[in-house]
């Protein structure tokens, strides 16, 4: 029962299903036993609040699954494994699909994400929502990422808090970390897998913009948004990317023609790792952190990691400063138009939302001042959106990322905590965030590797061989005493 115990807890989405498939734990009691955990540890007063809403689904589905699996139609290393997915997504489970926001709390989606339905072919068991920052943290300017109208306040399972600026796939992170799902799916449009992954000390994976589908998620900035992974490990956040991407005729990005991926690394032996340090690095690199970063880059130089440092982006004090109108014009766009279309609980537009919230003032208790001045942000075909969205890429991927790997040259970059977001994010290039250990307060500690856009198998490579030598994940101070697998009927 311990082993059972720990395998669901804090084991590896492989190793669970690798478990389900050799029959020594069934779908549906690992489906059980997440419940179980959930409603004990999450719900209630003093729980962690991390989960918004349970898949009344859930147990049909896993039996479906072992029955699957018994006629001996195992559909992948996922088959079987209970996840979990942010409450921006559509399912068809009956649950809401809120995006955080009291105005659409009791919305019941019509139709369901391409990312749930490649994760049912893949086998795997849809457990529920999680809570995230209201409406992707653009709300105001003063809202933590803990908060949302419609799933309240979510508490760190290490402690400490979800403050301001640490993403807002924060139910899905803290739901890993906690135990409470073999895997979640969170959405980055700018920090909201990585920042969440570090302080949560779980693995979070952004793939290229384009890489996996959108259709079914309440947009934030059509040019950035894209879904993924948090898992234990870097291998996993492998095994559900692979299940979830590919092309999808319903969210044209995902027809983007990409460069030639090149191999990744399969050793650390000659990796060359480049270290942005300007208006990057050294954002973050409190005393206390420098010296937990040294560490690591030293660990993987002896490694036989090639450490190019610095590895500046020469756009980096440029980007620092930027102030564009992309996330404006493009959350207005986007949303306005899945409103317009929908009509989730009588909101037909952006400006509908604001009146509403304006008539509930207890659900916004930090105001919406940035939804007011979306309201007022310029239109897609103007010069201001065109000439910002130029400059973005320009600042971030032309004299950034690209510049950087060029000059290093370096195959990857790395950062220490989530400080390279607005580049990657601007860029839609994917990232991979590492727990590393804590930093000298014995707050979680972390570490992102990224590179160009399109590059998502080399990048996921070299993360793994990175992971081997300073992956370390920090625990929670949960006990599972009472925790015990059962079937119920």
């Known amino acids: 029962m311990k082993e059972r115990t720990a395998l669901l807890a804090s084991g590896s989405a492989r190793a669970i299903g690798a478990a389900i498939a050799a029959g020594e734990i069934s779908a549906l009691e690992a489906t059980e036993w997440y419940l179980d955990r959930i409603e004990r540890l999450d719900q209630g007063k003093e729980g962690i609040n ?7 689904l859930a147990r049909e589905e896993a039996r479906r699954a072992d029955a699957a699996l018994a006629a001996g139609q ?3 290393p996922l088959h079987g ?11 068809l ?63 760190h399972p290490l402690g400490g808090r979800y403050d301001r600026g640490m993403g807002s796939s924060v139910g899905s992170a803290a739901a890993v970390a906690a135990g ?68 999808d005729m319903k969210d044209t990005a995902t027809l983007t023609v990409f460069p ?33 970063f040294e560490r690591l880059l030293h660990a993987l130089a002896q490694a036989g990691a090639v450490i190019v440092d610095p590895c500046d982006l020469p756009s980096a004090e440029q980007l620092n400063g930027v102030r564009s109108c992309v996330f404006r014009a493009e959350f207005r766009a986007g949303i306005n138009s899945l409103l317009t279309a929908l009509k989730p609980c009588g909101m037909r537009s952006l400006q509908d939302i604001i009146a509403w919230n304006s008539a509930h003032p207890q659900s916004i208790p930090y105001g919406q001042s940035l939804l007011e001045a979306t309201d007022a942000a310029p239109d897609l075909r ?50 991979v965030a590492i727990p590393a250990g804590a930093d000298s307060a014995g707050l979680p500690f972390g570490v992102t590797v990224y590179a160009a856009p399109g590059q998502d198998a080399a990048i996921l490579q070299a993360a793994m061989v990175i992971e081997s030598v300073i992956g370390q994940r920090l625990m929670p101070a949960i006990t599972d005493t009472e925790s015990v697998i059962t079937t119920k009927s």
């Open 81 to 91: 494994v209970p996840y979990l997915i942010k409450d921006n997504a559509f399912t």
């Open 382 to 431: 103007s010069s201001a959106y065109i000439d910002d969205r130029r400059q973005d890429i320009a600042l971030s991927l032309n004299a950034g990322i690209l510049a950087a790997l060029n000059a290093g040259p370096a195959d990857v970059l790395l950062s220490p905590m989530s400080a390279a977001a607005k580049c990657t994010g601007k860029a839609g290039a994917p990232v």
């Open 93 to 155: 489970d009956g649950s809401f699909a809120s995006a955080g926001a009291s105005a659409l709390a009791e919305f019941i989606p019509p139709y369901e994400a391409t990312v749930v339905a490649r994760l049912r072919e893949a086998g795997a068991v849809l457990l529920g929502k999680t809570n995230l920052t209201e409406f992707a943290d653009f709300v105001a300017e003063t809202m933590p990422a803990e908060f949302s109208g419609a799933g309240g306040v979510v508490r």
């Open 180 to 247: 409470f799902c073999g895997f979640a799916i969170g959405s980055e449009t700018q920090n909201s897998i990585q920042a969440p992954a570090v302080h949560s000390a779980v693995v979070g994976f952004k793939p290229t913009v384009g890489r996996v589908s959108r259709h079914g998620f309440i947009p934030l900035v059509a040019s950035q948004d894209s879904p993924g992974p948090l898992t234990r490990t870097v291998d996993d956040a492998q095994l559900v990317y692979q299940a979830i991407g590919g092309a």
């Open 50 to 56: 991390c989960v918004r809403t349970v898949s009344r």
């Open 260 to 292: 030639a991926e090149t191999r990744g690394n399969q050793s650390l032996q000659g990796l060359r790792i480049g270290i942005p340090r300007r208006f990057i690095a050294d954002t973050v690199l409190t005393p206390d952190r420098e010296a937990v």
């Open 74 to 76: 195992a559909a992948g």
